[in-house]
């Protein structure tokens, strides 16, 4: 009888243990949610980039893109689209909530994803690529086509490997024209509508989608879910490479370094001013910039210093103004929404740069006209008292001293002015009529 006993609990045991392992191997795997709002920018890739390796690494099953955003720059929309079509992780760009949008980079993110999904009210397109001081000649120039060539093969390629409205993509690039949710899902733009990220897990529950790492199945009705909002790398990448946030930053670094070659000795000053100009230089690499501005405000520094020192009666102090900020303005290639610097801040800085060349400056001029009061100098000019022979009272101590007058030599008493000093004897010579 216990031998039936033990026999009955040991497969009884067995049970459970392949029961809880089927439940796990069953259970469905998790789905990661990225928030994507505000330009894209260096800021914005990286997030996504990390996001979507970190979305691999917890073996989800599916990544959902959630965009709200007016486009952004061209090498960080395709930093984001690599990482997508390389991605083992199904992606679901979803445009949300109602009354987002996804403008111009944006639509290429949205057609590279293996799932096209749009909230109600929300709209998509205008695709074409923003360029500096676009005008109608500008339009018609050799190089704006060429880009626009480019762009409208890019999407058509991301069309044409999502099977998705070809001839809708290259209008959007070409006319820069715009879809609402139900317009996309009736010209077959993207694949579905929802209300929100449940309703859209409800509707994806069951899909099959093919990635790089082969077939999926979705399981999302009951998948749980694992939000992933920008750490404080992302934060502080997004601050430093707001361009505005970036040239004070410069700007800061050479005030540092320039208040440090100005009085030597802060050491406070120099380390500061060196560290926010590694990092402002650091963000304006990620960012499309203009050399000829970065130029023309070195350059515009360089007449605000040089204005000190040389007459030019204000002519280099109010070019150099000029220059830095024309340089400004021109600084950030590229007329992309939420990346170009407020003339407001433009003004502020050329103000506030002007003041401070000019108040340090007029420190160091004022500095170098003050007489020596230490060392070797010091001693030329000064009035001592002849004591013995060969010896004088100068500054309250005792020196040896010749006299450098052949005429007449100082005695005892008479009053003498310092000409010279070699080593530890002076060159003295009797003051007449004093």
């Not at 040991?10 to 439940?23: D, E, K, P, S």
């Not at 923003?130 to 058509?156: H, M, P, V």
């Not at 020192?309 to 220059?323: D, E, M, N, W």
Request: hydrophobic content about 50%.
């Amino acid at each position: 009888m216990s031998k039936r006993l033990c026999r009955f609990l040991r497969c009884a045991l067995l049970a459970f243990v392949i029961g809880c392992a089927a439940q796990k191997a069953n259970a469905a795997a998790p789905v990661v949610v990225i928030p994507l709002s505000g330009a894209i920018g260096p800021a914005s890739a990286d997030f996504v980039v990390r996001s979507l390796a970190r979305a691999a690494d917890e073996h989800a099953q599916l990544a959902v893109l959630q965009l709200d955003t007016p486009g952004g720059l061209d090498q960080s929309m395709r930093a984001i689209i690599q990482a997508i079509l390389a991605s083992p992780v199904p992606v679901a760009t979803f445009i949300a909530p109602s009354g987002a949008r996804a403008a111009s980079a944006s639509t290429y993110i949205l057609y590279a994803s293996h799932i096209a999904a749009m909230a109600p009210g929300t709209n998509l397109g205008a695709a074409t690529p923003i360029q500096l001081g676009s005008d109608k000649a500008a339009s018609e120039s050799t190089e704006t086509r060429k880009q626009i060539q480019d762009a409208a093969a890019y999407i058509r390629g991301l069309a044409q490997l999502r099977d998705r409205n070809v001839q809708w993509a290259e209008r959007a690039v070409r006319e820069a024209v715009a879809l609402s949710a139900s317009e996309a899902l009736e010209q077959k733009v993207i694949d579905l509508t929802a209300s929100d990220v449940n309703d859209l897990l409800n509707k994806l529950d069951g899909k099959h989608v093919r990635t790089t790492a082969g077939d999926v199945t979705l399981n999302t009705k009951d998948a749980a879910r694992i939000v992933l909002n920008p750490d404080w790398r992302s934060r502080f990448l997004a601050t430093i490479t707001d361009p505005s946030i970036a040239l004070i930053l410069m700007m800061i670094g050479l005030y540092g370094l320039f208040f440090e070659f100005a009085n030597p000795g802060f050491v406070l000053p120099g380390v500061a001013g060196a560290i926010c100009l590694l990092v402002g230089a650091f963000a304006l690499q990620l960012l499309p910039i203009s050399f000829v501005g970065l130029g023309l405000i070195v350059f515009g520094l360089g007449c605000l210093v040089a204005e000190m020192f040389l007459p030019t009666f204000g002519t280099l102090g109010i070019g150099g103004i000029v220059a830095f900020g024309i340089g400004a303005l021109m600084l950030i290639d590229t007329d992309v929404p939420g990346f170009g610097i407020p003339i407001g801040v433009i003004i502020g800085v050329a103000l506030v740069t002007a003041l401070f060349v000019f108040t340090v400056s007029g420190l160091a001029l004022k500095a170098r006209r003050r007489p020596v009061v230490s060392g070797g100098e010091a001693m030329l000019g000064s009035i001592g008292v002849m004591l013995d022979d060969g010896w004088a009272q100068v500054h309250g101590e005792r020196w040896r001293v010749e006299s450098a007058a052949s005429d007449k030599q100082p005695e005892k008493g008479d009053r003498v002015r310092v000409t010279a000093r070699h080593g530890l004897t002076l060159s003295v010579e009797p003051m007449r009529g004093d």
